[in-house]
């Protein structure tokens, strides 16, 4: 099934889920690679494109999935301890709240020259705001500080999932993997 029930997630969720989630490691990846080049390097100019492009691109897939989430039914959390529930929420919760300051972020230290952004020059963000140099050096700061704390969620999220599927061996992780079939809906 496409749609989401109350007894999993459907197609297009999982899909948005792990592209989204692709594209976070594969950013993450890029953006600790561009650190160390130098204007010689032939990534110089194409990493930061592609770096861009890539952010902007999971801010419009981040806008879909909390639309998708809107509008379609959310699965039924399965039996956890109280803790244990309360724990998944505020780490999905952070996690996003940290992925959009890592896109604003990064979106302001793009425009602070007074050029769009441009999403593979496809799509371009208009400047809303320009920084000082002072300014996009916090903003700098805040995009790298916030990133490692998106991949150190990112791998208690995947560490809480391998616990859910290996030691209480509930269906957390294969909701997930596989999409919810008629069959399965109650």
Do not use: C
């Not at 953006?31 to 801010?59: A, F, I, N, Q, R």
């Not at 956890?80 to 990064?106: C, D, E, N, P, W």
């Amino acid at each position: 099934m496409l749609k989401d029930s109350s007894s999993g997630y459907g197609l297009i969720s999982i899909l948005i889920h792990w592209v989204s989630a692709l594209l976070i490691l594969f950013l993450f990846g890029l953006g600790v690679y561009m650190v160390d080049l130098t204007y010689y390097d032939d990534w110089y100019h194409k990493g930061p494109e592609l770096h861009v492009s890539l952010g902007l691109l999971v801010l419009l897939i981040m806008v879909v999935r909390i639309v998708w989430r809107i509008i379609n039914p959310t699965p039924v959390d399965l039996p956890a301890k109280a803790v244990q529930q309360i724990t998944a929420r505020l780490v999905k919760f952070v996690l996003y709240l940290f992925i959009f300051t890592v896109i604003a972020s990064g979106y302001l230290i793009t425009t602070a020259e007074g050029q769009a952004a441009s999403m593979f020059n496809l799509i371009k963000f208009p400047v809303i705001t320009q920084l000082s140099s002072a300014n996009v050096d916090i903003a700098g700061e805040v995009h790298e500080y916030l990133a490692w704390g998106i991949i150190a969620l990112v791998v208690l999220h995947a560490l809480g999932a391998l616990f859910h599927h290996f030691a209480m061996r509930d269906r957390t992780l294969v909701r997930m993997l596989k999409p919810v079939k008629k069959t399965d809906i109650q």
